[in-house]
């Protein structure tokens, strides 16, 4: 893949410069379980971003000086693989890993019922393994159906997407060129379909109504993904007609 | 209250934060909260709902020990007076040797060891868990002894009842076709020893995989059957 300069135009006639309309998902795809060793996994895709999640736990903390008596404590891990874009991304700590690493644990301990595990940790590990612009959102994504696939009691699930905006128009779901040449980024997590933001970081200089609007849109995109995840776990785990008895 | 009403159906698979009833009529129990006027789901798993409590049965999760539970150990550590054992769950679990043996001890003249060893596979009672997660097992119990030779497998701890079966018909039904003498503990570690083990092991992770599906004691009692004769 070469690098492309930046395009004079991003959005021509309406159209974005994968074909999309301004509000549209890249085609998203979800699947639960892929793993066997973890206790939950699951892979997020965004069109050409790719997450890898997997969950252990609740399990013995250590190391033991950090066991909280009262609640479970959250390790997150966030990393892109070295493959996973242009050029290769050094593996090991980042200051950019460790920012986002901190921000998805924080958004998943609103959610996560911590004094259920006292003493316990929880870890969640979300690798890219490609990127192509929103990976927080596709890692929180695919991290809140781990930690369901694991049986992690939680609030609700968390639904994450990004808006931007490209050529002076708000867009949802920013990817590829656009995150580079765009004017805005902004990755929002709410808690499912719910009118609650636990997540929200933004590049770029926006005007207070321009905000507004790119709420109003990130809201209506989490509610759609947040569909989605609901119907991806209902399908992995479908029940025959009829009514058994067993107990 | 006469403005409550239930929005699921029993056995309906359910994802966390999803609203299960209304109203203060109904009451939530395992693996469900309250939030205002609302009664939720916090697991992934299939809603049972028993008079006015709605509790859910979860399809996933680790065991947390429960006193009078019967669980399968492994020691893993010993001490002068206790054993710790691994309960395969996110908290170890000690014996005491008090619990452990009838009889008096003389400790300066008895190593512990002659008891269980690091390594021993134990059945044992949960006697006490203590707020802040400390497990103590108890030999205290008609079926609680030391289990010798066999195999050991894990299932999703969750799932014991359904491997069980309504009055451990499931569980007979693989014991008899298999010849296997079989131990569930409740923390999901199962022991089974006798001439078809390599049968039973199969039987017993097909009702894991399939446990929320519906016919299921039909196909395992084909799936024995056919390879009984």
């Not at chain 1, 808006?163 to 656009?178: A, N, P, Q, R, Y």
């Not at chain 2, 309504?166 to 022991?191: A, D, P």
């Amino acid at each position: 893949m070469t690098k492309v300069g930046k395009p004079e135009r991003m959005i021509i006639g309406g159209k974005r410069l994968d074909g999309r309309e301004l509000e549209h998902f890249r085609a998203i795809s979800i699947e639960i379980g892929n793993l066997k060793k973890a206790a939950g996994s699951a892979v997020f895709k965004f069109g050409d971003t790719y997450a890898q999640t997997a969950v252990f736990g609740p399990q013995e903390m250590h190391p033991k000086h950090l066991q909280n008596p009262e609640k479970s404590f959250i390790k997150c891990r966030y990393a892109m693989a070295p493959f996973s874009s242009t050029e290769r991304i050094r593996p090991g700590r980042t200051r950019r890993a460790t920012e986002i690493s901190k921000v998805i644990k924080e958004a998943f301990s609103d959610v996560i019922f911590l004094e259920d595990y006292p003493k316990t940790s929880i870890d969640i590990y979300i690798e890219i393994l490609q990127a192509d612009a929103s990976t927080r959102c596709a890692g929180l994504n695919a991290a809140s159906l781990a930690l369901v696939d694991a049986g992690i009691p939680m609030k609700n699930l968390v639904s994450s997407c990004s808006v931007g905006k490209v050529d002076g128009k708000i867009v949802l779901d920013v990817g590829g060129l656009e995150d580079n040449y765009g004017e805005v980024d902004m990755a929002v997590a709410t808690v499912a379909d719910e009118d609650k933001f636990i997540l929200l970081q933004m590049d770029g200089i926006v005007t207070k109504q321009e905000l507004s609007k790119m709420l109003d849109l990130a809201r209506k995109g989490c509610s759609q993904i947040f569909e989605m995840q609901k119907n991806a776990l209902k399908e992995k785990y479908k029940i025959g007609e009829g009514d058994e008895q067993d107990e | 209250m006469e403005n409550s009403e239930l929005l699921i159906k029993e056995r309906e698979l359910v994802i966390p934060g999803q609203t299960l009833a209304r109203g203060l009529e109904y009451l939530p129990s395992s693996g469900t909260f309250r939030s205002d006027q609302e009664i939720k789901a916090k697991v992934l798993g299939l809603v049972r709902v028993k008079e006015r409590f709605v509790s859910i049965v979860p399809l996933a999760g680790v065991y947390v020990p429960k006193p009078g539970d019967g669980v399968i150990g492994l020691v893993k550590d010993m001490q002068t007076t206790l054993w710790i054992l691994d309960i395969n769950s996110p908290y170890d679990a000690i014996l005491l040797l008090g619990e452990a043996v009838d009889e008096y001890v003389d400790l300066n003249k008895t190593d512990i060891s002659m008891f269980y060893d690091i390594g021993d596979v134990i059945y044992a009672k949960v006697l006490n868990v203590s707020k802040s997660k400390q497990v103590q097992l108890t030999m205290n119990d008609y079926r609680a002894r030391k289990l010798i030779g066999g195999r050991i497998l894990k299932i999703t701890p969750s799932k014991v009842p359904r491997l069980i079966g309504r009055e451990g018909s499931m569980i007979e039904l693989i014991k008899g076709e298999t010849k296997c003498q079989i131990i569930v503990g409740q923390n999901g570690v199962v022991w089974l020893k006798g001439e078809n083990e390599s049968l039973a092991t199969r039987a017993i992770l097909m009702v894991e995989s399939e446990s929320h599906t519906v016919g299921l004691t039909d196909r395992i009692s084909e799936l024995l059957g056919k390879k009984g004769e």
